[in-house]
């Protein structure tokens, strides 16, 4: 038989080894997620203008994370529902910065046809392609006026105009824009009207947008009782919770319950890109 002492040693050394090697495996893979996340963040933001230290950034998204796990101890013990909040918590930075990239995007496309408007108008008045582009980055707002300042510090340092805009179109992934951007090399590479070819453009924009807004008042009612649908489920179970808490515990506590509970999320995302599929209607 081992003494006491000696069994309480080796036990003591097997768990300090495990807890510094798992020290090690978890500073490093921080550290590469770390690497990571602020070269994609970094990026992404100075695309955007938007100029923040990604390194408080990742800081903010660890927070986050602690914090939803927190919320997630407080109101159940349950290993996967500690997991889904702690993921949900982990993605709320990178949901945010996607989010607001695609209003960028959006609003971007929606002063397109101002921009051309702005820059026929600039052509009629006598000025060169160059000259019409200062004009549009003085009257306009972000996100356009930042885009097209920088075509023209490009510009400035000796890049040709043709591949300072075929520049902004890697940006600012538009088909709208990259029709703007081929009709415009096309002109200036081979000579033609170039303000005839912004105000027939404009107008197909305008038509497109037109035709866009139809059908986004026709699919609405789908997307809507999409929406109720997924919610009903959700907001039951809550009322349930609250009427009944013993009964809605059961649900989160036993392995029947949680079954029931991922088969109905299952269910539901399944019925929402159903939904989004026969609503979307690509123009």
Known sequence: ?????????????????????????????????????????????????????????????????????????????????????????????????????????????????????????????????????????????PPVSQEFGLVLREIRLGVPVADALKNLTKRIPNDDLLLMVASMNIVLGMGGNLREVFDSMAGVIRERSKIELKTKALTSQGKLQGLIVGLLPTALGVLMFIMDPPMMLRMLTTTMGNIAIAAMFTMQFIGYLLIKKITRIDI
Request: glycine content about 6%; some cysteine.
């Open 1 to 141: 038989m081992f003494p006491k002492s000696l069994i309480f040693l080796l036990v003591f050394c097997s768990v300090s080894l495990i807890v510094w090697a798992g020290t090690i495996l978890v500073t490093a893979g921080l550290k590469e997620y770390e690497r990571r996340f602020v070269s994609t963040t970094s990026n992404t933001l100075a695309g955007m203008f938007i100029f923040m230290d990604p390194h408080k950034l990742f800081l903010l998204n660890i927070i986050i994370t602690i914090l939803f796990l927190l919320i997630g101890l407080v109101l159940t013990r349950n290993p996967i529902y500690l997991a889904m909040f702690g993921a949900i918590g982990f993605s709320t930075p990178k949901f945010l910065i996607w989010r607001a990239k695609k209003e960028r995007l959006k609003k971007f496309a929606g002063q397109l046809v101002d921009s051309l408007a702005v820059l026929s108008n600039s052509l009629r008045a006598g000025l060169n392609i160059v000259q019409a582009m200062e004009v549009l980055e003085s009257e306009q707002e």
